[in-house]
């Protein structure tokens, strides 16, 4: 038990210049990151990185000339500090991961021009991680068992509650980049193609091909969830919220593109059954299995190692 004290003035103002700088500090990595970020344009397609019935080849991510597809995007996140899996990510989370790519490759590009990839103290501390996260992936892998089909139904049985299929929409999707610079020509691209598409002068894939020709993915995407819909953007999620099947959207901005989402049909949220959830079941009890393994091993390093975590007293 300490008594409450006032600290003197030279204590507080030390105090409140570290909190400043603190902030400073972040604000500072915030702007770097923003600036980064939309130094030149980035094609993210979380959607289709998810999707499990696309193609290992089929490519997710594009920035600075290069290009990421499904599997190689997979591989990144596996080397990762924290080794990730597709299967275990929602598309809020990949879509920061595939961010956080790009600024790793583009801060990397940076260290390199001001001289930082010379300290090798650096390269030998990130060494360390990257051996130490392939080695417990391959301890796991030896040890663990695939969940079997009646584990599967037994863990969906007794968890229904956990499995229901979320609101969906069925959509059409039209992404125009907006380039620094040209905001206003790129505005009037964007509500020539919402007029041709609204009067029926042209079918929503032909203002694709006509006024976002850089579009990669198709018009038509299909059945997606409502969070999928989310990593567009909340304007994007609120103008897809408001409309009824059939329906064009308004011009929508978010961030660094234009959007027009047409809905044809949507889906309220209900209980999966067991074929619709068993992959889902699979990767959950998939995934369980493997964290429990995860910690197992972790505790067996350390008492090999005879670690000890000393605790922390409330004033440290």
């Given at each position: 038990?300490?008594?409450?004290?006032?600290?003197?003035?030279?204590?507080?103002?030390?105090?409140?210049?570290?909190?400043?700088?603190?902030?400073?500090?972040?604000?500072?990595?915030?702007?770097?990151?923003?600036?980064?970020?939309?130094?030149?344009?980035?094609?993210?397609?979380?959607?289709?990185?998810?999707?499990?019935?696309?193609?290992?080849?089929?490519?997710?991510?594009?920035?600075?000339?290069?290009?990421?597809?499904?599997?190689?995007?997979?591989?990144?996140?596996?080397?990762?500090?924290?080794?990730?899996r597709l299967d275990q990510l929602s598309a809020p989370v990949l879509t920061q991961l595939m961010q956080a790519s790009v600024l790793q490759s583009r801060g990397?590009?940076?260290?390199?021009?001001?001289?930082?990839?010379?300290?090798?103290?650096?390269?030998?501390?990130?060494?360390?991680?990257?051996?130490?996260?392939?080695?417990?992936?391959?301890?796991?892998?030896?040890?663990?068992?695939?969940?079997?089909?009646?584990?599967?139904?037994?863990?969906?049985?007794?968890?229904?509650?956990?499995?229901?299929?979320?609101?969906?929409?069925?959509?059409?999707?039209?992404?125009?980049?907006?380039?620094?610079?040209?905001?206003?020509?790129?505005?009037?691209?964007?509500?020539?193609?919402?007029?041709?598409?609204?009067?029926?002068?042209?079918?929503?894939?032909?203002?694709?091909?006509?006024?976002?020709?850089?579009?990669?993915?198709?018009?038509?995407?299909?059945?997606?969830?409502?969070?999928r819909v989310a990593t567009l953007g909340r304007g994007v999620l609120a103008e897809v919220d408001r409309l009824q099947p059939g329906e064009l959207s308004r011009?929508?901005?978010?961030?660094?593109?234009?959007?027009?989402?047409?809905?044809?049909?949507?889906?309220?949220?209900?209980?999966?059954?067991?074929?619709?959830?068993?992959?889902?079941?699979?990767?959950?009890?998939?995934?369980?299995?493997?964290?429990?393994?995860?910690?197992?091993?972790?505790?067996?390093?350390?008492?090999?190692?005879?670690?000890?975590?000393?605790?922390?007293?409330?004033?440290?």
């Amino acid at each position: 038990i300490w008594d409450a004290e006032s600290y003197p003035p030279e204590v507080v103002r030390e105090k409140v210049e570290k909190v400043l700088e603190q902030d400073l500090q972040k604000r500072r990595w915030e702007e770097m990151k923003s600036e980064l970020l939309a130094s030149q344009p980035i094609v993210m397609e979380p959607e289709t990185a998810l999707e499990d019935s696309s193609p290992d080849e089929a490519i997710v991510l594009r920035f600075d000339g290069e290009e990421l597809s499904r599997r190689e995007l997979e591989l990144r996140l596996q080397a990762g500090a924290v080794p990730r899996r597709l299967d275990q990510l929602s598309a809020p989370v990949l879509t920061q991961l595939m961010q956080a790519s790009v600024l790793q490759s583009r801060g990397a590009r940076r260290a390199r021009d001001l001289g930082l990839h010379l300290d090798e103290d650096l390269h030998e501390w990130r060494r360390r991680q990257i051996l130490a996260s392939a080695e417990m992936v391959k301890r796991v892998n030896e040890r663990v068992e695939v969940p079997t089909r009646e584990d599967v139904i037994e863990y969906f049985e007794s968890h229904r509650d956990d499995f229901r299929r979320p609101p969906g929409y069925d959509l059409s999707l039209l992404r125009i980049p907006l380039v620094a610079g040209n905001e206003r020509e790129t505005y009037a691209r964007g509500l020539e193609a919402e007029d041709q598409i609204r009067t029926a002068r042209m079918s929503f894939e032909e203002a694709v091909s006509v006024f976002a020709p850089s579009q990669t993915s198709k018009p038509r995407i299909g059945w997606v969830e409502r969070s999928r819909v989310a990593t567009l953007g909340r304007g994007v999620l609120a103008e897809v919220d408001r409309l009824q099947p059939g329906e064009l959207s308004r011009l929508v901005q978010e961030e660094s593109f234009l959007y027009l989402i047409q809905l044809h049909d949507r889906q309220a949220e209900r209980p999966m059954s067991m074929p619709e959830a068993e992959s889902a079941v699979t990767r959950k009890l998939g995934n369980l299995r493997v964290g429990e393994l995860q910690d197992e091993i972790s505790r067996q390093l350390r008492d090999e190692l005879e670690v000890r975590l000393a605790s922390q007293s409330p004033l440290s």
